[in-house]
Nanobody, 125 residues
């Protein structure tokens, strides 16, 4: 079974920092794009940042210059370092893995899209 497990959320004061981690487990051979999305209470889920296997990154305008996404391909893990946090960053943060190649028994499968369970980030003013 392939899945994503997130960690690192919590409560922090405005201006503080947090680091989120998301590890993909299972018989995974590669992942195309990994990313982070967030959903504030009563709002839609929005893109925060994505990173390709080659290291190309994309950020939402609201987090550029404050958040940094990175990944360890050998560990199938993606990170999100969040600095200068603001109360408006408060949300549930979800990890996503797209284009997952994995093995189901001896059968190679491709194109899986996975979501993590979400981790709460709360920034107090």
């Amino acid at each position: 079974q392939v899945q994503l497990v997130e960690s690192g959320g919590g409560l922090v004061q405005a201006g503080g920092s947090l680091r989120l981690s998301c590890a993909a487990s299972g018989s995974i051979s590669s992942i195309n794009i990994m990313g982070w999305y967030r959903q504030a209470l009563g709002q839609q889920r929005d893109l925060v940042a994505t990173i390709t296997g080659g290291g190309s990154t994309n950020y939402a305008d609201s987090v550029k210059g404050r958040f940094t996404i990175s990944r360890d391909n050998a560990k199938n893990t993606v990170y999100l370092k969040m600095n200068s946090l603001k109360p408006e960053d408060t949300a549930v943060y979800y990890c996503n893995a797209d284009g997952v190649r994995y093995y189901s028994g001896l059968v190679a499968r491709t194109g899986l899209n996975l979501w993590g369970q979400g981790t709460q980030v709360t920034v107090s003013s």
